[in-house]
């Protein structure tokens, strides 16, 4: 393990002297700064763990080393000491964040016993951080529909064999994410899960990618590097994409499977590595080893579990809960409030074909998100050609009478509302109708007048 590293911050060359030569003997790394600004260089690297700084000192003081610190999202601990401590700098250094607060002359064994609390502290904060990135990397798969139920279900079984998982799925059917979670609920959870997208990768570069290279092999090889089967050792490759990769580089991967080892680019030795293939492609593999572009050895090595995601149209039970769970991602992420469909803006997404699949989706939701200002999301915010679909643009469904009615109905309520600024007795003012109709029929279509109300300008 490491040494943890110390920055002492103090102008006085005799205290950074003593207090380093303790810390040494303690077993610490040791840098000194005899300004807030030259420390405030010192910690760019991130090396540092540990601060003790000194309140006064010349263009950069105490506390305002600690406000830069902050600003600069810099992580490190602070411990602050000072020889003319008011209580009033002690409340206001902890206040901004130091965890401890010594006085001078100093009691070394304070000193020493400070320390090891504050790194303590620093472990635990860092610990808990690591658990909770892990617990975030975690995939949820929204999809209640018995299609991708199945889908779910197979994955519970696939993951924890070692098995190759060939992925099928249109565009933005969500196979990385399925990839993704395969990985996660499989032994080798722990280790990297590396994914390379063979359709991005230019031919030459694929094959140092995969494997690696020695220095000098080709031009452009000045250091030798590890291939993504290597750095993937102990854990999973997605190959993302795969029938889009060459005959050529199909050959190589086809041995490497074989043999579960590399030979890196220009190199002599093989190195073995143990991984496991999840690939993933949007093509038809059996129609592409008939055209003769992909190998049936190859096909047959890695479609030892085949799954496939269903594409949205076909299991539209699951729009609803993704259109939710997008905008609730997007309001968290973005720390604003979530928007509500009203049931027919969601009939309409539940009727479009969805070409562009989870992603389409997704991306609609973040539109939405930012262009609409209302908390409810109606059906005159859902833009073309989603808001074509099912309505009267063809012969197999134009809309009913009654139907063109109620939307011309509520988009035109709709529009006066907004007019008199989501005043709402102003708007049934206009609109000529008592206040308590026009709530009514907001309710029926599913939009809550209060929410309108609140949003008054
Ligand atoms: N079941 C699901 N639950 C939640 N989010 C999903 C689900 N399926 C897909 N997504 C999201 O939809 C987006 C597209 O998914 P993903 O990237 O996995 O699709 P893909 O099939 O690999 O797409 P491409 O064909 O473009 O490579 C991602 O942001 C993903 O998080
Ligand atoms: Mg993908």
């Given at each position: 393990?490491?040494?943890?590293?110390?920055?002492?911050?103090?102008?006085?060359?005799?205290?950074?002297?003593?207090?380093?030569?303790?810390?040494?003997?303690?077993?610490?790394?040791?840098?000194?700064?005899?300004?807030?600004?030259?420390?405030?260089?010192?910690?760019?690297?991130?090396?540092?763990?540990?601060v003790?700084?000194?309140?006064?000192?010349?263009?950069?003081?105490g506390?305002?080393?600690?406000?830069?610190?902050?600003?600069?999202?810099?992580?490190?601990?602070?411990?602050?000491i000072?020889?003319?401590?008011?209580?009033?700098?002690?409340?206001?250094?902890?206040?901004?964040?130091?965890?401890?607060f010594?006085?001078?002359?100093?009691?070394?064994?304070?000193?020493?016993?400070?320390?090891?609390?504050?790194?303590?502290?620093?472990?635990?904060?860092?610990?808990?951080?690591?658990?909770?990135?892990?617990?975030?990397?975690?995939?949820?798969?929204?999809?209640?529909?018995?299609?991708?139920?199945?889908?779910?279900?197979?994955?519970?079984?696939?993951?924890?064999?070692?098995?190759?998982?060939?992925?099928?799925?249109?565009?933005?059917?969500?196979?990385?994410?399925?990839?993704?979670?395969?990985?996660?609920?499989?032994?080798?959870?722990?280790?990297p899960?590396?994914?390379?997208?063979?359709?991005?990768?230019?031919?030459?570069?694929?094959?140092?990618?995969?494997?690696g290279?020695?220095?000098?092999?080709?031009?452009?090889?000045?250091?030798?590097?590890?291939?993504?089967f290597?750095?993937a050792?102990?854990?999973?490759?997605?190959?993302?994409?795969?029938?889009?990769?060459?005959?050529?580089?199909?050959?190589?991967?086809?041995?490497?499977?074989?043999?579960?080892?590399?030979?890196p680019?220009?190199?002599?030795?093989?190195?073995?590595?143990?991984?496991?293939?999840?690939?993933?492609?949007?093509?038809?593999?059996?129609?592409?080893?008939?055209?003769?572009?992909?190998?049936?050895?190859?096909?047959?090595?890695?479609?030892?579990?085949?799954?496939?995601?269903?594409?949205?149209?076909?299991?539209?039970?699951?729009?609803?809960?993704?259109?939710?769970?997008?905008?609730?991602?997007?309001?968290?992420?973005?720390?604003?409030?979530?928007?509500?469909l009203?049931?027919?803006?969601?009939?309409?997404?539940?009727?479009?074909?969805?070409?562009?699949?989870?992603?389409?989706?997704?991306?609609?939701?973040?539109?939405?998100?930012?262009?609409?200002?209302?908390?409810?999301?109606?059906?005159?915010?859902?833009?073309?050609?989603?808001?074509?679909?099912?309505?009267?643009?063809?012969?197999?469904?134009?809309?009913?009478?009654?139907?063109?009615?109620?939307?011309?109905?509520?988009?035109?309520?709709?529009?006066?509302?907004?007019?008199?600024?989501?005043?709402?007795?102003?708007?049934?003012?206009?609109?000529?109708?008592?206040?308590?109709?026009?709530?009514?029929?907001?309710?029926?279509?599913?939009?809550?007048?209060?929410?309108?109300?609140?949003?008054?300008?």
């Open positions: 393990m490491s040494k943890e590293m110390i920055l002492i911050v103090d102008d006085e060359e005799n205290i950074r002297r003593t207090i380093r030569a303790i810390l040494e003997d303690e077993g610490y790394a040791v840098r000194e700064a005899d300004s807030g600004s030259k420390a405030f260089t010192q910690l760019q690297d991130g090396q540092v763990d540990l003790i700084t000194d309140v006064w000192m010349e263009d950069i003081d506390l305002k080393l600690i406000d830069f610190i902050n600003n600069s999202g810099i992580d490190v601990e602070i411990i602050v000072s020889g003319h401590a008011t209580i009033e700098v002690a409340v206001q250094a902890t206040k901004k964040g130091a965890i401890d010594l006085e001078k002359p100093l009691s070394f064994e304070k000193l020493l016993l400070s320390i090891s609390n504050a790194l303590k502290h620093r472990k635990l904060k860092i610990g808990n951080r690591w658990l909770l990135e892990q617990a975030s990397r975690e995939v949820q798969l929204i999809g209640t529909s018995p299609a991708y139920q199945k889908l779910v279900h197979d994955i519970e079984l696939a993951a924890p064999s070692e098995g190759r998982v060939l992925i099928y799925g249109e565009n933005g059917s969500g196979k990385e994410m399925v990839a993704r979670s395969l990985h996660m609920k499989s032994l080798r959870a722990d280790m899960m590396v994914d390379i997208n063979c359709a991005a990768i230019p031919d030459e570069l694929i094959e140092s990618e995969l494997f290279h020695v220095k000098g092999s080709f031009t452009g090889a000045h250091e030798t590097r590890k291939g993504k290597v750095v050792n102990g854990g999973t490759l997605f190959l993302d994409e795969i029938g889009d990769m060459s005959l050529r580089t199909q050959a190589k991967v086809l041995r490497v499977l074989q043999e579960n080892a590399v030979t680019v220009g190199g002599t030795r093989s190195i073995s590595a143990d991984v496991r293939i999840i690939a993933a492609t949007n093509k038809n593999l059996a129609q592409a080893i008939e055209d003769g572009s992909f190998r049936q050895d190859l096909y047959y090595r890695l479609n030892v579990i085949e799954l496939h995601v269903p594409p949205l149209r076909e299991r539209i039970e699951d729009i609803p809960p993704l259109a939710n769970h997008f905008i609730q991602q997007f309001a968290d992420e973005r720390k604003v409030p979530p928007k509500t009203v049931p027919k803006a969601m009939d309409m997404l539940k009727m479009y074909n969805w070409p562009g699949n989870v992603r389409e989706l997704q991306n609609l939701m973040e539109r939405l998100m930012i262009m609409v200002r209302e908390n409810t999301v109606t059906v005159q915010d859902i833009p073309y050609p989603i808001n074509r679909s099912g309505d009267n643009d063809d012969s197999h469904h134009p809309l009913r009478l009654k139907e063109a009615r109620e939307a011309f109905e509520l988009n035109h309520m709709m529009k006066v509302i907004r007019m008199s600024g989501n005043n709402m007795s102003k708007a049934a003012e206009l609109l000529g109708i008592e206040r308590s109709y026009l709530y009514r029929k907001l309710k029926q279509y599913g939009i809550e007048p209060e929410t309108i109300r609140q949003n008054k300008r």
